[in-house]
């Protein structure tokens, strides 16, 4: 099983970056996704969800209306959006994928969000 995320990099307050997350070696479809991020010290924290099928998604309250998760069962990719970047937001991105009937989760590397003027 391979997720591995991408997308990350350095952009100025207010900018945006989407991140994605390519998933191979199971169902994706069979697969709920998440994004979750982590700053030094910190726990991890989910920001973002999508089920399996894609059809119902969650964003937590302090990205809410800036962030957007989305998937591709074709090609078994999860992307998350971020727009109006603050500085509150820098952390080290991951994806999770669990799944929906076994619960086996996998994780990825991270890929890190950096923002600065």
């Known amino acids: 099983v391979s997720v591995v995320e991408s997308g990350g990099g350095l952009v100025e307050p207010g900018g945006s970056l989407t991140l994605s997350c390519k998933c191979s070696g199971v169902p994706f479809d069979e697969y709920h996704a998440s994004w979750h991020r982590q700053t030094p010290g910190k726990e991890r924290e989910l920001v973002a969800f999508?089920?399996?099928?894609?059809?119902?998604?969650r964003i937590v309250d302090s990205v809410k209306g800036r962030f957007t998760i989305s998937r591709d069962n074709v090609r078994d990719f999860v992307s998350l959006e971020m727009n109006r970047l603050k500085p509150e937001d820098p952390a080290v991105y991951y994806c999770?994928?669990?799944?929906?009937?076994?619960?086996?989760?996998?994780w990825g590397q991270g890929t890190q969000v950096t923002v600065s003027s």
């Open positions: 999508i089920t399996g099928d894609g059809n119902n998604a």
């Open positions: 999770k994928i669990q799944g929906i009937s076994s619960y086996k989760e996998f």
